[in-house]
């Protein structure tokens, strides 16, 4: 992308100087310009919400991390009263697919503290305040969680669509540059220098122009 705005720049730099000259009507620098403004605004527009969806993954693994701490202790509390083995004295507890571990995705914990925090609820005798294990702090989790997790989800969808209006705004671009160089063609000689100031090479000229001759 650097590069294509650059090579933009410099074909509208071109345009500015010699458009009226060569007899551009068709791909003027204001419309190059046009281009190049709206694909560098998308690019922006872009980047940021990639780099929010950064900040907020980050925000969503801290939240499940605490999710994953406070649901292996409630586990441990809970073992003391119900067995250390699933069994249906769980159920109420939520604790998914009749098994007391710790449900392995962050959709799962979710839900499981939002089942805990009901059962410490209707169950107070079953918290332990020392440990922290307890219908008020399944609910902070749970809401700090959720919280995370939709805003990933907010965060991915924002990005999807920053990227396909990037996208179409570099194509447009592209097809813009691509236009000049096709009219171009039509104007200008292919030896001609003048090539140069659009910052492309005369379509005869070699990769780079002969270096100056210090003896001449």
Known sequence: MDELFTLAVDMADGLHAHEAEVGLTHNTEAMVREALAAAQEAQVAFQTVRSDKTRLTAAQTVADSNARAF???????????????????????????????????????????????????????????????????????FTTLSAARTAVNAGLAASGAKKAARDAAETTLRH??????????????????????????????????????PSS
């Open 71 to 141: 649901l292996s202790a409630a586990r441990g509390v809970l073992a003391n009263f119900l067995g250390s083995t699933w069994s249906q004295a769980w159920q109420p507890t939520g604790f998914p697919n009749q098994s007391t571990a710790v449900p392995t995705t962050a959709a799962d914990r979710q839900a499981l503290l939002s089942s805990l925090q009901t059962y410490f609820t209707s169950h107070p005798e079953h918290q332990i305040e020392q440990l922290n294990v307890t219908a008020a702090r399944a609910e902070v989790l």
């Open 176 to 213: 813009r540059l691509r236009a000049v160089i096709d009219e171009l063609s039509l104007l200008l000689p292919p030896d001609d220098p003048r090539w140069y100031a659009f910052g492309l090479l005369p379509p005869v000229a070699p990769d780079t122009p002969d270096p100056p001759n």
